[in-house]
T-cell receptor
Framework: DGGITQSPKYLFRKEGQNVTLSCEQNLNHDAMYWYRQDPGQGLRLIYYSQIVNDFQKGDIAEGYSVSREKKESFPLTVTSAQKNPTAFYLC??????????????FGEGSWLTVV | QKEVEQNSGPLSVPEGAIASLNCTYSDRGSQSFFWYRQYSGKSPELIMFIYSNGDKEDGRFTAQLNKASQYVSLLIRDSQPSDSATYLCAVSMNTGFQKLVFGTGTRLLVSP
């Protein structure tokens, strides 16, 4: 089945540790995204990538890093510099639909908790 | 100022009724508008998108767009308890890269 796979689904991080969330898609989509969602909040964009070996900061990139070495993969590292990392992390991908907009599809999400 | 605003709810409707969810946006240059449904603890799933003024129907769902008034709405006809979820409005801003901006969502409760 085609889709977006995120792992792990649940992750616990100790203070001061870096952790990496995996995101793989087999939809042959060019663009990939990472969003963060806090309880009762909307989705906020962390990083996005339109093409392999290129990525841009979103609205809340501080304390996060990404790489895009393969079209299928867009891992997110939550560094110790991220002051409040406990949240639901969503990876997404999209393919352009003409001049209008990218329709974004989401993976199942990863829950990160700092302990 | 929030770019995409939604009433957080909850919006409570009885089974079989029409649920009306509203969203306003601030950027007049916005081009594309999306509705996502999100069940508790799950990821958002796309319900509909709309680009042009007017109505767009898909089964029990109708999206309505009014660019002059800068609002977009989602109507759910014959609401079912399984429709109980949070509905996220997302707008593609008129920037070089059309990234989506999400509202905080409206929680819908459909009672049997």
């Amino acid at each position: 089945d085609g889709g977006i796979t995120q792992s792990p689904k649940y992750l616990f991080r100790k203070e001061g540790q870096n952790v990496t969330l995996s995101c793989e898609q087999n939809l042959n989509h060019d663009a990939m995204y990472w969003y963060r969602q806090d309880p009762g909040q909307g989705l906020r964009l962390i990083y996005y990538s339109q093409i392999v070996n290129d990525f841009q900061k979103g609205d809340i990139a501080e304390g996060y890093s990404v790489s895009r070495e393969k079209k299928e993969s867009f891992p997110l590292t939550v560094t110790s510099a991220q002051k409040n990392p406990t949240a639901f992390y969503l990876c997404a991908s999209s393919i352009p639909r003409g001049p209008q907009a990218d329709t974004i599809y989401f993976g199942e999400g990863s829950w990160l908790t700092v302990v | 100022q929030k770019e995409v605003e939604q009433n957080s709810g909850p919006l409570s409707v009885p089974e079989g009724a029409i649920a009306s969810l509203n969203c306003t946006y601030s950027d007049r240059g916005s081009q594309s508008f999306f509705w996502y449904r999100q069940y508790s603890g799950k990821s958002p799933e796309l319900i509909m998108f709309i680009y042009s003024n007017g109505d767009k129907e898909d089964g029990r769902f109708t999206a309505q767009l009014n660019k002059a008034s800068q609002y977009v709405s989602l109507l759910i006809r014959d609401s079912q308890p399984s429709d109980s979820a949070t509905y996220l409005c997302a707008v593609s801003m008129n920037t070089g890269f059309q990234k989506l901006v999400f509202g905080t969502g409206t929680r819908l409760l459909v009672s049997p």
